[in-house]
């Protein structure tokens, strides 16, 4: 099929088609529908959009996901506990001839 007729098909312009075989990043995701659904391959489009056959996709947000999570409030009350034991027990030296640095 010629890219005119396919063009025309889709209702889209040549130039665009051309651009989709090019594998250009700036042509929309709804020309490329359109080409697809105009060459009977619809079922190409629903595998493309699956975002469980995106092994790379699923990869990073693998890498994303936080292991485990800690509220801000629980870290706070974590370093105020770690303060009160480092302190308890000890008591300010006073230095008779005046105060060391």
Known sequence: ????DLAVRAGTSASTVAR????EAGVGI????????????V????ALIDIRSD????ALSEQR???????SSARLRKAA???????RGKT???????AAF
């Open 43 to 46: 079922d190409r489009l629903a």
């Open 1 to 4: 099929m010629a890219v005119a």
């Open 20 to 23: 989709l075989e090019k594998g």
């Open 92 to 98: 300010d030296v006073i230095d008779p001839d005046g």
């Open 55 to 58: 092994d790379l996709g699923l």
């Open 30 to 41: 709804g020309a490329l529908a359109d080409v697809l659904v105009a060459l009977g391959l």
């Open 81 to 87: 506990a770690a303060d009160q034991d480092a302190t």
């Open 65 to 71: 996901v936080p292991k485990r999570g800690r509220s």
